[in-house]
């Protein structure tokens, strides 16, 4: 069964700071990666996704994440963190094959201080 | 486009009990799937249903079920209600459909609370 791993439960920033989150996953084959977020009192939004092509993906509010498919991972980043980040991160891996399910990290908690 | 919507928002149920929640899903996507998180424990996945079968169940008791209906609108049931399922539930749409690269959009889940 494919697992996902996020390095950091709690991550504490300044804002203006630069932000990484790692994400690694188990699954060897070909997988669709996702970063969700979820702010304080909101449902979960897609952040931004990969499912092909150019290993660095652009989403919403000035993420990126790079796809590095010899180590497993999809670490998402931001070169400046603002206060209105502060939320939870969730990276999720899909498995490409039949009916395959997502499956999620435990999660991030980011908190920018202003 | 509408959202995903989940019914009710908020539930207090005691133990042993049964509840019944509802998710409606974006229009046109044939996939629906419930997780369940808990701030130990993450986002577990539940069950996925695509045109109005069960496709995938994730590691739950059976006292945790689910339908879809032929609108694509789907309900799970938990019967025999114990504390440990307080939790959020999530549904999550999309097309579903195999061979495809898709995303899951999110409802705002159904905050349950077992007394």
């Known amino acids: 069964a494919q697992s996902v791993s996020q390095h950091n439960h709690h991550v504490i920033l300044s804002e203006a700071a630069s932000l990484e989150l790692g994400c690694n996953y188990s699954?060897?084959?070909?997988?669709?990666l996702f970063w969700y977020v979820q702010y304080p009192g909101q449902h979960l939004q897609l952040l931004l996704k990969?499912?092909?092509?150019?290993?660095l993906v652009k989403g919403i509010k000035g993420f990126e994440a790079e796809f590095i498919k010899s180590k497993f991972s999809f670490n998402l980043r931001k070169p400046s963190v603002q206060w209105s980040d502060t939320a939870e991160y969730f990276c999720?891996?899909?498995?490409?094959?039949?009916?395959?399910?997502?499956?999620f990290g435990k999660g991030t908690m980011l908190l920018v201080s202003p | 486009k509408a959202g995903v919507t989940q019914t009710p928002r908020y539930l207090i149920k005691t133990r042993g009990q049964q509840v019944t929640l509802s998710c409606s899903p974006i229009?046109?996507?044939?996939?629906v799937s419930w997780y369940q998180q808990t701030p130990g424990q993450g986002l577990q996945f539940l069950f996925e249903?695509?045109?109005?079968?069960?496709?995938n169940k994730g590691n739950f008791p059976g006292r945790f079920s689910g339908r879809q209906f032929s609108n694509s609108r789907s309900e799970m049931n938990v019967s025999t209600l114990e504390l440990g399922d307080s939790a959020l539930y999530l549904c999550?749409?999309?097309?579903?459909?195999?061979?495809?690269?898709?995303?899951?959009?999110f409802g705002p889940g159904t905050r349950l609370t077992v007394t």
């Open positions: 699954y060897g084959g070909t997988v669709n």
């Open positions: 999720a891996v899909r498995s490409f094959s039949g009916y395959s399910t997502l499956t």
């Open positions: 249903y695509f045109s109005e079968t069960q496709r």
């Open positions: 990969y499912f092909s092509g150019d290993p």
């Open positions: 229009s046109g996507h044939r996939s």
């Open positions: 999550a749409s999309s097309s579903g459909l195999a061979g495809a690269h898709y995303e899951q959009y």
